[in-house]
C-alpha cells in the first residue's frame, strides 16, 4: 500500500484577474485519505534504521486520526503491532478505520474534549512499560518533517517554482518539512502557516476549538516540527469560517476538503488578491471532508456548537464564484 503514497494531484480552485493563482494539493489521494501517511512511513522506516524497531515489536502514538490511520497501514505491511492513544474529539470515522486496519485504540477521557497532553503522556508510558514497544512521539521527531520532502518534489516537478505555501500546522510537519525542502531546492517561497483561534503555536491566548488534527491545545507542549525560522507569517482562523469555507467548497465544486484544511483555504481565498500579480499561491489539503460527515457536514451537530452560519458560507460562495477560474481555458491540474 505504501507504494501509493504520494505523486497526489492539484486542483486550481481559484484565479485572480492579475493572475494569481490558487492550487490545492489534494493528499486525501494518499492511502488512508491523507497526507500524514506520509511521515508515518517515515517514522518508522527511520526507526528500523535506527534499531529501535525489530520484527514483532509495537508501535505506540498519541493520535487525532490521521497519523494513527498511517501508523495502522505499515505497521500492518511490515509486521508490528501498533497502539494508537486516542480521545473521542476525533472523528468516529476515523477511530473506527484504525480499528479495522487492526490497531489497538486506548482512549483518554470521557468526554469529546480534546486531550493531547494527557494522550502523549499515557503513549510515552506504555511504550516504555514494554520491551520493544516504540512511541514514534510524532510532535519531536524528526523523520515527520522529512516525510514531506517528497511533497515538495512533487510540486516543484508539477510547478516548477512555488511562491507562497499556506498550510495548516498541528505537529508543523507538513508545512514545515515542505517549506524546508522547497528553500534547500532554491525556492524563495514565502511561508504562512495557518492555526485554529484558541491554538497557542502562534500566541495569544488559548481556548478550546473544533478544529482536528491540528494547532496546539493550551497544555500541550509546542513540537519540534514547528520550526518558527521557516515560518514567514503566523495567522488564526475562527472555527466558524474554517468550516464554513469547507462547506463552500464542497457546494461550489463538488470537492470535500476537511475542516482544518477549510482554515488554510479560508486564509488563502480571503487574500488571494493581496498577493503579488503572478504568484503561484499553494494549500496543502490534509484530508479530505469524507471524514467529517458527522461534524463539519452535519447540520444539526453544527447548529448544536454555534458554528452554523449560512451568511458566512454565502458569502464564501460568493468569493469562489468571483475568482473562478475559467475552466475552458485553463482546465484542472493533475499533473503529479
Not at 247 to 271: E, F, Q, Y
Not at 299 to 317: F, K, P
Request: glycine letters at 14%; a negative charge; charged letters at 20%.
Amino acid at each position: 500500500m505504501t507504494d501509493l503514497i504520494g505523486r497526489t494531484p492539484l486542483f486550481q480552485l481559484a484565479e485572480t484577474g492579475s493572475g494569481t493563482r490558487l492550487l490545492l494539493k489534494l493528499e486525501q489521494c494518499n492511502p488512508t485519505g491523507a497526507a500524514k501517511i506520509r511521515m508515518a512511513r517515515s517514522m518508522v522506516l527511520d526507526a528500523e534504521a535506527r534499531g529501535l524497531l525489530r520484527p514483532g515489536g509495537r508501535i505506540v502514538e498519541s493520535t487525532s486520526g490521521n497519523t494513527g490511520l498511517g501508523l495502522a497501514v505499515v505497521a500492518a505491511e511490515r509486521g508490528y503491532r501498533f497502539t494508537a492513544v486516542v480521545d473521542r474529539h476525533a472523528c468516529a470515522d476515523k477511530l473506527r478505520t484504525m480499528a479495522a486496519l487492526g490497531a489497538e485504540l486506548v482512549f483518554v477521557g470521557d468526554d469529546d474534549h480534546l486531550a493531547t497532553s494527557a494522550r502523549e503522556d499515557l503513549a510515552e508510558q506504555l511504550a516504555a512499560a514494554e520491551p520493544g514497544a516504540y512511541f514514534t512521539e510524532q510532535h519531536n521527531n524528526p523523520a515527520n518533517a522529512d516525510g514531506y520532502a517528497g511533497l515538495a518534489d512533487e510540486l516543484l516537478s508539477d510547478l516548477g517554482e512555488v511562491d507562497l505555501l499556506i498550510s495548516a500546522v498541528g505537529t508543523g510537519g507538513s508545512l514545515f518539512g515542505t517549506a524546508r525542502r522547497l528553500r534547500d531546492q532554491g525556492s524563495a517561497v514565502r511561508v504562512i502557516g495557518v492555526e485554529p483561534v484558541g491554538s497557542i503555536a502562534f500566541g495569544g491566548d488559548g481556548g478550546p476549538y473544533w478544529q482536528s488534527g491540528t494547532g496546539t491545545p493550551p497544555g500541550a507542549t509546542i513540537g519540534t516540527a514547528v520550526d518558527y525560522a521557516l515560518l514567514d507569517e503566523g495567522v488564526k482562523v475562527s472555527d466558524l469560517d474554517a468550516f464554513a469555507t469547507a462547506r463552500a467548497v464542497a457546494a461550489s465544486t463538488g470537492l470535500m476538503i476537511g475542516g482544518s484544511a477549510g482554515g488554510s483555504v479560508h486564509v488563502a481565498l480571503t487574500r488571494l488578491e493581496d498577493f503579488p500579480p503572478g504568484s503561484t499561491v499553494v494549500t496543502i489539503v490534509g484530508d479530505g471532508g469524507e471524514k467529517y460527515l458527522d461534524t463539519v457536514f452535519d447540520d444539526e451537530w453544527m447548529r448544536a456548537r454555534g458554528l452554523l452560519d449560512e451568511s458566512v458560507e454565502a458569502r464564501i460562495s460568493g468569493l469562489l464564484a468571483r475568482l473562478a477560474p475559467d475552466r475552458a481555458a485553463d482546465p484542472v491540474l493533475s499533473l503529479a
